[in-house]
C-alpha cells in the first residue's frame, strides 16, 4: 500500500491543513465558527471558533525552564500568564514552574513554532523538559464578544471580566464542567479567550455552550 | 370586584387592566400588579388556606411572603405564596391541605380534636393498638395526609440557568438602609449589586408611615430610586432574594428561574426586621393581620381592608397604622395599647381628634370568628386593672408590637445574637469581617437614623476596598427604645394562642415541651417542631424564646433562637440543578462506529460500540462479531482506556513500586502486563506497561480507572521523591486492537512496520509508523488471539482506522463491540476488573498470583499480601461450564448455593459461540474451589443449575492462538 500524508481531524471533523513540508496554513474561511450567542438588542454576538487545527507545543518537566532560557526566551511570571516572545513571533504561556505552552502570534504562521519544536526534538541534552502532547490531548477553541464574559459567567466560576482579568491572564478553571485553562488573547481584537481543554470533550464542550447560549 | 381606594392608594397596580382568574373554580377579577392574595382579598375572598394541623381557615398575615398562610397550588406548582405571586390572566389557583374544598374541608374537624393531638404526641401514639399497627394502619394514613400540593410530573421542562456574578459589594436589601448603603458605595467608585427581594425598590418607603408627611416620603422615595438608576457602579436585581451567606461573602441570589452565584469582597446586610404577630386566643382568625401588612395592602395594592377595626398598638408604628386606616376611611373602633401610660402623645392626639378610642393598659385577650371561622367579627379587650371585659365588633385587627432582625444571613456568617432587655429586641453583634449590618436589622428605626447608617455602612465597605469616602454620622435613634414591647405571653385556658402559624403551635404546646423536660431551645424546637414550617420561624422565634425563657426562669438573652442556616426561603430543585448537561467524551473514530451502525452505550463519560448493527438481531450479530475475531479478523476501538506517560530516570522504580511485577529490569521494546494493588491487598486496577526508552514508559490503565491511577502515582512519585514526570495522555491517543488468526496480513497490507513474530514477537512493542500514521504499537490482545494494539496520536485516529479497514477489508475485516469482546475475555478467562473483583478481591484470589513479583523488596500492597497469605483462604474465583442445553440461563450477580446456603455469587457469564456452552466465572468459598467440583447456581426465576468448576482458561489454554 502505497504511504500517502495521512490526513489528520479535529473531533468536530475539521481538517489539519497541513501542507507536505509540515507548515500549516493561515487562518482562513474554513475555520469552524459558531455563534453561541446571537446579536441582539444592540449588542454583539459571541462567536466561537475551533483552533484545534493549528500547531502549538508544549514541554513540561524538569529542565523545561532551562531549555527555553538556552534559546534566550524569557519566561511569563509569574504562573498562569502570557509572554509574547516578539523575536519569535510566538506566544509563551506558563501553566506551572516546569510547564509550557507554546502558540504561535498568528495562529495561521506557525513556522516559527515548528523551528522551535525541531530544535527541541534534535536537542541531545539530558534535560529538556517532555513533549506534553498539548496538541493532541487538548482541544482549542477561541470564544470572543463583547459580553463573553457574562456569557462564560454562566458556567465559569472565575471573574472573566475585561478590567478584572488583564490581556495574557492565564486561568486554570472549570468550563461547562470540564477542566479548562483560559488564556485572555483578545485574538480577534475583541474581548476574547483561548479555551484548552480535554480533546475528547470538544463535541461536548461545543454543545454545552450553544446550549448556555440558547435563552 | 369590590372598588379600591383611590389615588395615590395603589402605587403597584395599574388600574387599566383587569385580569380574571380562578380560585378554587370560582371567578375573580383583579387588576395588573395585584398579588393572587391582593386580588383575591379586594374580593372579599379572605379564606386562603387552612392550617397545617388542625385545618383551620387562614388568610393573609404578612403581605411579604413570610408566612405559610398563603400558600396555594398554582397550576401544577405547590406551594405558591400567594402574597408575592403576581396575578396573571387566567391564572387558576386552588387551596392545598384540604379535604373536600377549601370553604368545606372536612379535615377541618380535627380542630376540635386538638386535645388528642398535644405537641409531641406522634412521637408515642402510632405504635398501637396492634402489632405492626404502624405500617398496617398509621403510616398509609399519615402518607396520605401528608405533603402541599401535588407535584405535576407531567410539567412541561422548565429552563433554569446560574450565573457566577462578581462585586466589590453586595447590599442585600432595596430599603432605605439599602438604597443609602448602595449609593455611597458607588460613588466611592465601588462596583455594586443591589439585591431585594421586592418587585421595587423602596422597602418601607413604599407602603410604611413615617414622621414626615405620606407626600415627603414619596419624594424621598423617587429621589432616592432616581440616583440609583442614574448610578453606572450600580446594578439591581428586584425580585431577587439572597437566600444563604456561605464562606468568603459567597451568596447565592436567587430569582424566579435564575440563581445567581455571588462573590462580593463587602456584603452590607440591610434585610430589614420582622413584625411580629401577638398570641391570643383564635389570633389566626381571617382579618386577624400585622400591622405592616395592613399598610401594604392599602398602599400598594389599594385595597380597604376591613371595615371597622381594632388596632392592638404595642409601638409606635401601631398608632401610624391606625392614623392610616383612618384616612383609608375605616372606621377604627379602638386603639388597644398594653403600656400603662401614653408614649406617643402627638399621634394619639391627632388620633382622638378624629374620634378614636384610645384604651391604655389593655390586650386582646381573644377573638371570636362568624361561622365556621372563616373571618373575624369581634375582640374581646381586657384591661389590666379591671376585672372585666368587653367585646368589640370588627372585621380587621390589625397588630403592631414588636419586631424580630431579619438575621438569618447575619447569623450563617457568624454573627451573634443576643436580647437587649431595655428595648425588649434582639439585637446582633460580632458581624464577621467584610460584612456589615444597617437599618433596622441593625436596630436603626427612625428614618433619618436608618438612611444615615445605610450611608455610612456603605462608606466604611468602600473605605476597606480601599477607595476614598465621607465620614459619616449616624443621629441618635429616638425610635429604638419605642419599637418594640415585650409581652407577658400567658397562655389562654382555651389555647388556640398560635405561636407558631405554620405547624398549628399554641403556648401551651410551648410550655408542654419545656414541662416534658425538652428546656433547651434546640430540643423544643426538634419535639414541638416550631420553627420547622416554611416560615422557619420568622414569627414564632421571639415568642418561643420568651415563653421557654419564662418557663424556665431565665433571660431571653439565654435562650437566643435555633440555629440558623441556609437556605433563608425556598428554592426549587430546577434552580439547583440548572441547564442539565451530561457529560461525554468521543473517541477519534466515534463518527464511523455511527456510520457504520454500532449501537452506542456509555462507558463512563465515553460513548462506545456495544456492536454493530440492527437492535433486533443483537444476539446474533454479537455472536457474528465473536466468530469473526476467532476465524478472520476484527478490529476493537480501545482509545477510551487510560494512557499515562512515564518519563524521567526513576520511571521504572515508580512502575516497580506501584505496581505488582518488575519494571526496571523489563527490556526496552518488551511490554508487561500491570497489576495494581491497594495498601490493603485489593486489586484495584490492570493495564500494561510498554517499555518505550529507558527511561520512558507507557503504561495503559483501565478506562474507568485511569483518572484515580494517575492521582496515586502523583501522589506516591512526591512522596517518595522520584524524578519522573507523569502524564496523563488518555484523550490524546487513538488506540485500536487488532485481533484475529487474519490480524498480522492486514498491518503487512497497511504497510509501514515490521510485524513479523521475529520483528514483533507477543508482547513486544514497538514505534514507527503503520500507514503513515505515528504509532505505538504492541503485541498484546484480550481475546486470545494473535493481536496487535495500536496507539497513534488521536488526530491520526481517523486516518489510522481508515487505513486498517481499507487493507483489511479484503481479508474480511470488520469492526466488533464490547459485548463481543466482554465474550472473548472470558473465553479466554480474563478479567474486568470492577466486574470480576470487587472492594476486597485480592490477587491470590483472582489466581493472580503470577502477577505479583513478591521478591521485589516493595510493591503496594506487597505487606497485606504477605500477611493475608499466613490466613486460611476465603474465596476464590473460579470457572465454571454448563451445558448449552440447559432449560434457564445463569447470569452475572446470581447466588451459588451450598446446602440452600448463599455462598457466592456468579461475576461473568456467557454462552460461549465457540465453545458452545454456558462459561462463566464466580466467586466461591475457597474449600469449595476444587476443579471438578459441582456447585448450584441460582437463576433469576429461582431455578438451581448445576454448573462444573474448571479452570477459568476456557479457550485455548495453551495460549498458542495469541503467540503465533
Known amino acids: 500500500m502505497a504511504l500517502l500524508a495521512a490526513s489528520r481531524r479535529t473531533p468536530l471533523g475539521d481538517v489539519y491543513a497541513e501542507h507536505s513540508d509540515g507548515v500549516l496554513s493561515s487562518i482562513d474561511t474554513t475555520l469552524i465558527r459558531t455563534t453561541v450567542v446571537p446579536e441582539s438588542h444592540g449588542e454583539g454576538p459571541i462567536e466561537l471558533l475551533d483552533l484545534t487545527r493549528y500547531a502549538r507545543f508544549g514541554i513540561k518537566g524538569k529542565g523545561a525552564s532551562d531549555w527555553l532560557r538556552s534559546k534566550a526566551i524569557a519566561l511569563p511570571e509569574p504562573v498562569n500568564t502570557l509572554a509574547p516572545v516578539a523575536s519569535r513571533k510566538l506566544d509563551l504561556v506558563r501553566l506551572g514552574a516546569e510547564d509550557y505552552l507554546v502558540l504561535p502570534q498568528s495562529v495561521g504562521q506557525s513556522a516559527s513554532l515548528a523551528a522551535l519544536r525541531s530544535a527541541w526534538e534534535s536537542d541531545g541534552r539530558e534535560r529538556k523538559g517532555f513533549n506534553a502532547w498539548r496538541e493532541e490531548v487538548w482541544a482549542w477553541f477561541h470564544i470572543h464578544g463583547a459580553n463573553v464574559a457574562d456569557f462564560l459567567a454562566k458556567t465559569c466560576p472565575v471573574d472573566l471580566n475585561a478590567d478584572r482579568l488583564p490581556l495574557r491572564s492565564v486561568v486554570q478553571t472549570r468550563v461547562a464542567q470540564l477542566d479548562c485553562i483560559l488564556v485572555r488573547t483578545d485574538r480577534t481584537n475583541d474581548h476574547g479567550f483561548d479555551l484548552f481543554f480535554d480533546v475528547a470533550s470538544a463535541n461536548f464542550m461545543m454543545s454545552s455552550l450553544k446550549e448556555l447560549g440558547a435563552a | ?964
Open chain 2, 1 to 964: 370586584m369590590i372598588p379600591r381606594l383611590p389615588l395615590p392608594y395603589g402605587t403597584r397596580i395599574d388600574r387599566s387592566q383587569v385580569l380574571t382568574f380562578k380560585f378554587e373554580g370560582r371567578t375573580f377579577r383583579g387588576l395588573s400588579g395585584d398579588t393572587l392574595a391582593s386580588a383575591l382579598v379586594a374580593s372579599g375572598q379572605w379564606l386562603i388556606s387552612r392550617s397545617f394541623k388542625y385545618h383551620r381557615p387562614r388568610s393573609v398575615m404578612t403581605m411579604a411572603g413570610q408566612d405559610a398562610n398563603t400558600l396555594v397550588q398554582v397550576a401544577g406548582e405547590p406551594n405558591v405564596l400567594a402574597d408575592v405571586h403576581p396575578l396573571r390572566e387566567g391564572l387558576e389557583a386552588t387551596a392545598q391541605n384540604v379535604n373536600g374544598s377549601l370553604e368545606k374541608d372536612r379535615d377541618a374537624l380535627l380542630d376540635r380534636l386538638g386535645r388528642f393531638m398535644p405537641v409531641g404526641f406522634y412521637y408515642r401514639t402510632f405504635f398501637g393498638p396492634g402489632k405492626n399497627s404502624w405500617l398496617r394502619l398509621w403510616e398509609p394514613l399519615i402518607r396520605k395526609k401528608a405533603g402541599l400540593g401535588k407535584v405535576d410530573t407531567s410539567a412541561p421542562r422548565a429552563r433554569y440557568e446560574k450565573q457566577n456574578l462578581f462585586y466589590d459589594v453586595l447590599v442585600v436589601g432595596g430599603g432605605p438602609a439599602g438604597i443609602s448603603a448602595a449609593i455611597e458605595a458607588a460613588d466611592a467608585c465601588a462596583r455594586v449589586l443591589l439585591v431585594d427581594e421586592n418587585p421595587e425598590l423602596g422597602g418601607s418607603l413604599t407602603y410604611a408611615r413615617f414622621d414626615d408627611k405620606p407626600e415627603a416620603t414619596a419624594l424621598l422615595l423617587r429621589d432616592l430610586r432616581q440616583q440609583i438608576k442614574a448610578h453606572p457602579g450600580i446594578k439591581v436585581f428586584t425580585n431577587a432574594v439572597a437566600n444563604g451567606w456561605y464562606a468568603d461573602n459567597w451568596i447565592p441570589v436567587i430569582t424566579a428561574d435564575r440563581l445567581y452565584k455571588v462573590r462580593a469582597k463587602e456584603v452590607i446586610l440591610c434585610t430589614g426586621s420582622l413584625d411580629q404577630p401577638v398570641p391570643f386566643r383564635n389570633n389566626d382568625l381571617p382579618g386577624i393581620v400585622l400591622g405592616s401588612a395592613v399598610q401594604r395592602l392599602m398602599r400598594h395594592y389599594a385595597v380597604k381592608p376591613g371595615r371597622r377595626a381594632v388596632v392592638f398598638a404595642g409601638n409606635r408604628d401601631g398608632y401610624r397604622v391606625a392614623l392610616d386606616l383612618v384616612e383609608a376611611g375605616v372606621e377604627v373602633a379602638a386603639i388597644v395599647d398594653p403600656r400603662a401610660s401614653q408614649q406617643h402623645t402627638s399621634f394619639a392626639a391627632q388620633l382622638e381628634t378624629k374620634g378614636v378610642r384610645i384604651i391604655l393598659n389593655a390586650g386582646i385577650a381573644e377573638a371570636a370568628g362568624t361561622a365556621g371561622n372563616k373571618h373575624l367579627k369581634a375582640a374581646r379587650i381586657t384591661r389590666a386593672d379591671a376585672d372585666t371585659s368587653e367585646w368589640i365588633d370588627c372585621d380587621l385587627v390589625s397588630v403592631s408590637c414588636a419586631y424580630t432582625p431579619t438575621y438569618q444571613l447575619a447569623l450563617q456568617a457568624g454573627a451573634k445574637l443576643s436580647y437587649d432587655d431595655g428595648t425588649a429586641q434582639f439585637t446582633l453583634t460580632n458581624a464577621p469581617a467584610h460584612l456589615t449590618l444597617a437599618g433596622s436589622v441593625a436596630g436603626n428605626f427612625s428614618l433619618p437614623s436608618v438612611l444615615a447608617a445605610g450611608r455610612k455602612a456603605g462608606g466604611n465597605a468602600a473605605q476597606t476596598l480601599g477607595l476614598a469616602s465621607r465620614e459619616i454620622e449616624v443621629p441618635e435613634d429616638e425610635e429604638r427604645s419605642l419599637s418594640s414591647l415585650e409581652l407577658p405571653l400567658v397562655g389562654h385556658s382555651k389555647g388556640r394562642d398560635f405561636v407558631d402559624f405554620d405547624e398549628d403551635l399554641q403556648v401551651k404546646d410551648i410550655e408542654n415541651a419545656v414541662r416534658t423536660g425538652y428546656d433547651e431551645l434546640e430540643l423544643v424546637k426538634r419535639f414541638s417542631t416550631v420553627g420547622m414550617g416554611p416560615s422557619q420561624g420568622r414569627h414564632s422565634a421571639l415568642a418561643t424564646a420568651r415563653i421557654v425563657a419564662h418557663a424556665t426562669k431565665r433571660k431571653v438573652a439565654d435562650i437566643g433562637v435555633t440555629t440558623s442556616r441556609p437556605p433563608f426561603g425556598p428554592e426549587k430543585l430546577g434552580l439547583l440543578a440548572g441547564i442539565q448537561q451530561s457529560r461525554y467524551r468521543y473517541t477519534s473514530v466515534h463518527h464511523r462506529h455511527v456510520e457504520a451502525g454500532a449501537k452506542m452505550t456509555p462507558v463512563g463519560a465515553w460513548w462506545r460500540p456495544l456492536y454493530y448493527g440492527d437492535q433486533r438481531s443483537a444476539d446474533a450479530l454479537i455472536v457474528d462479531e465473536v466468530n469473526l475475531v476467532r476465524q478472520r479478523v476484527g478490529i476493537l476501538d480501545v482509545s477510551t482506556l487510560g494512557k499515562i506517560e512515564l518519563r524521567g530516570p526513576d520511571a521504572g522504580l515508580l512502575l516497580d513500586r506501584f505496581c505488582s511485577m518488575n519494571y526496571a529490569k523489563q527490556p526496552v521494546g518488551r511490554v508487561r502486563y500491570c497489576l495494581t494493588l491497594n495498601e490493603m491487598g485489593t486489586v484495584i486496577d490492570d493495564g500494561v506497561a510498554f517499555r518505550v526508552a529507558e527511561d520512558h514508559y507507557y503504561v495503559t490503565a483501565t478506562t474507568g480507572g485511569v483518572d484515580r491511577i494517575y492521582a496515586d502515582m502523583c501522589w506516591q512519585n512526591v512522596q517518595w521523591g522520584l524524578d519522573v514526570d507523569i502524564h496523563n495522555v488518555t484523550a490524546g491517543f487513538a488506540a485500536f486492537n487488532l485481533t484475529g488468526p487474519l490480524a498480522r496480513q492486514v498491518l503487512e497490507a497497511a504497510g509501514g512496520m515490521d510485524v513479523s513474530s521475529e520483528g514483533l514477537p507477543f508482547l513486544g512493542g514497538r514505534t514507527g509508523r503503520v500507514a503513515n500514521c505515528p504509532v505505538r504499537i504492541m503485541r498484546i490482545g484480550y481475546s486470545g488471539e494473535l493481536s496487535f494494539e495500536l496507539h497513534t496520536p488521536q488526530s491520526y485516529g481517523e486516518a489510522l482506522w481508515d487505513a486498517l479497514m481499507e487493507a483489511g477489508k479484503p481479508l474480511g475485516l470488520r469492526p466488533y463491540g464490547l459485548e463481543a469482546s466482554r465474550i472473548l475475555r472470558l473465553e479466554k478467562g480474563h478479567i474486568i476488573i470492577g466486574q470480576d473483583t470487587d472492594a476486597v478481591s485480592t490477587a491470590d484470589e483472582l489466581g493472580m498470583a503470577w502477577a505479583l513479583a513478591m521478591k521485589k523488596p516493595f510493591f503496594i500492597g506487597k505487606r497485606s499480601t504477605e500477611l493475608l497469605r499466613r490466613l486460611p483462604a476465603r474465596r476464590r474465583l473460579v470457572g465454571f461450564e454448563l451445558p448449552a442445553s440447559e432449560q434457564d440461563r445463569p447470569d452475572e450477580a446470581c447466588l451459588i448455593l451450598e446446602q440452600g446456603e448463599a455462598v457466592g455469587h456468579v461475576t461473568s457469564t456467557c454462552l460461549s459461540p465457540t465453545l458452545g456452552k454456558w462459561i462463566g466465572l464466580a466467586f466461591v468459598p475457597a474449600d469449595l474451589a476444587e476443579q471438578g467440583r459441582t456447585m448450584l447456581i441460582k437463576t433469576r426465576k429461582g431455578a438451581q443449575l448445576r454448573a462444573r468448576i474448571v479452570s477459568p482458561h476456557f479457550f485455548d489454554p495453551e495460549n498458542k492462538r495469541q503467540e503465533i
